[in-house]
């Protein structure tokens, strides 16, 4: 499945902004990673196919809302109260799984090509 990542752009401090990440077809799990300059790829938040089950890494927990709309096959992250730290390349990622959410970047099989996130302070 091709993954195709939108909305990033240049927020200020505290702002808010919603990325969107349309696949050609249908993954049970979807889920956002980020990557800053030098530092490894890490997970933001995941997705079940039913939405019954999600996942964020603590440091976006109460900031980020992961969701997704089955019908067109897209998952969003709205991002609230964004800190400059939140800099990074987002990526989409996609997985057919049943079971835990997984949230290391081996469990996927699918990735888009990532979305621009910069937070100025």
């Known amino acids: 499945v091709q993954l195709q990542a939108s909305g990033g752009g240049l927020v200020q401090a505290g702002g808010s902004l919603r990325l969107s990440c349309a696949a050609s077809?249908?993954?049970?799990?979807m889920a956002w990673f980020r990557q800053a300059p030098g530092k490894e790829r890490e997970f933001v938040a995941g997705?079940?196919?039913?939405?019954?089950?999600?996942s964020y890494t603590d440091s976006v927990k109460g900031r980020f809302t992961i969701s997704r709309d089955n019908a067109k096959n897209t998952v969003y992250l709205q991002m609230n109260s964004l800190q400059p730290e939140d800099t990074a390349v987002y990526l989409c990622?996609?997985?057919?799984?049943?079971?835990?959410?997984?949230?290391?970047?081996?469990?996927?099989?699918?990735w888009g090509q990532g979305t621009q996130l910069t937070v100025s302070s």
């Open positions: 990622a996609a997985v057919n799984i049943i079971g835990v959410l997984p949230t290391n970047p081996g469990d996927f099989s699918s």
């Open positions: 077809g249908r993954r049970n799990v």
């Open positions: 997705i079940n196919w039913s939405a019954r089950s999600t």
